[in-house]
């Protein structure tokens, strides 16, 4: 079992849909939680932290749950550029093989 | 600001033969990370540096990999001898002085290698 698993996809959604997706991790000493988002043929790059509290930047909200180990990502008012695979990290190391999501017009 | 530099960008060899990636992380960030990313997977790390010493390398397949950070600040990943599964690319990440929990890692563009 990975240590981290993610929904895998695809998510195929229409522009301006609300879509979600989950992580699970297993190490319950995990103290550092992140989205990374990963465009084709590209590094990844920070989306956001996740805190415990749950944070929003615009239209993304994160939230963490560290008694179930879950990690969520909500994107609302979807855009096409949006389109991209969605990496779950937990600790600061061990990421997940990703979420791919493409929004269509 | 500058981000992460790797080189070369892309990468063919031979099964068997070697070959060394470089990494020059973000002046001042005393953490670097290599990972190996196969396609359709996440990144898997390799070895972590903080300044010139080691602070996990579990991941690291000793008897093909090297990897060393003279003087705290460049890095250079090293395969000896290359295998077809191999073929992947390797991301060095940086990271400031530990500011809490969620510090920022920050990647290079990557080293694409293909092994044939």
């Known amino acids: 079992r990975k240590e981290v698993e993610q929904d895998p996809g695809p998510f195929n959604v229409p522009e301006g849909a609300t879509v979600a997706f989950n992580c699970t991790y297993s190490n319950s000493a995990s103290q550092s939680f992140f989205w990374y988002r990963q465009d084709c043929r590209k590094e990844p790059k920070l989306l956001m932290s996740v805190y415990s509290s749950g944070n929003e930047d615009g239209r993304f909200t994160a939230q963490l749950n560290r008694a179930s180990q879950y990690i969520s990502l909500l994107i609302r008012d979807s855009k096409l550029s949006d389109s991209a695979t969605y990496l779950c990290v937990a600790g600061k190391s061990t990421f997940g093989d990703g979420t791919t999501l493409t929004v269509k017009p | 600001e500058a981000g992460v530099a790797q080189s070369p960008r892309y990468k063919i060899i031979e099964k068997r033969q070697s070959v060394a990636f470089w990494c020059n992380p973000i002046s001042g960030h005393a953490t670097l990370y290599w990972y190996q990313q196969i396609l359709g997977q996440g990144p898997k790390l390799l070895i972590q540096?903080?300044?010139?010493?080691?602070?996990?390398d579990s991941q690291l397949p000793k008897d093909r990999f090297s990897a060393e950070r003279l003087k705290g600040v460049d890095s250079t990943l090293k395969i000896q001898p290359a295998k077809l599964e191999d073929s992947a690319v390797y991301l060095c990440?940086?990271?400031?002085?530990?500011?809490?929990?969620?510090?920022?890692?920050?990647f290079g563009q990557g080293t694409r290698l293909t092994v044939v």
């Open positions: 990440a940086s990271s400031a002085p530990y500011r809490g929990p969620n510090t920022e890692a920050f």
């Open positions: 540096f903080q300044n010139n010493g080691v602070v996990d």
